[in-house]
């Protein structure tokens, strides 16, 4: 009975630290392109916004959103076609300034990601 017990606690053992060593899941959704990039300046007008990711997006549950000079938000809706990883969607028409594209992304092993991306309309 002792070695029975004893081999029990030896698997028990060993699972427990089997289990503590596995390494965590990392699967947040990280940009690998953006359009526009950090930084960049575009043209007035609209502005097509495209975000790739390293992995697939839930995009009925994501948000892009754009905000003014003035600190005016704005959502921006986003298409629900094309490839599963790439988020995109169309500004309404934007004035010369700056702006902050803010981006938050469900990743479908439920793990939520958020950033923000700034730019300069006109000159």
Known sequence: ?????SK????????ILAVG???????????????PTADQHVAAGKIAVRIEFNT?????RSRLQVTAPAGEK????????GEPNIVAGTTADL???AYVLRWQVLAIDGHITRGDIPFVVGN
């Open 21 to 35: 060593a596995a390494p965590p899941a990392l699967a947040h959704a990280v940009i690998v392109s953006a359009s």
């Open 8 to 15: 029990l606690a030896a698997v028990a053992v060993v699972a």
């Open 1 to 5: 009975m002792r070695k029975y017990i």
């Open 95 to 97: 004035s010369p300034g």
């Open 74 to 81: 704005t959502d921006i809706p986003i298409d629900q076609d």
């Open 56 to 60: 697939r997006i839930d995009k009925e």
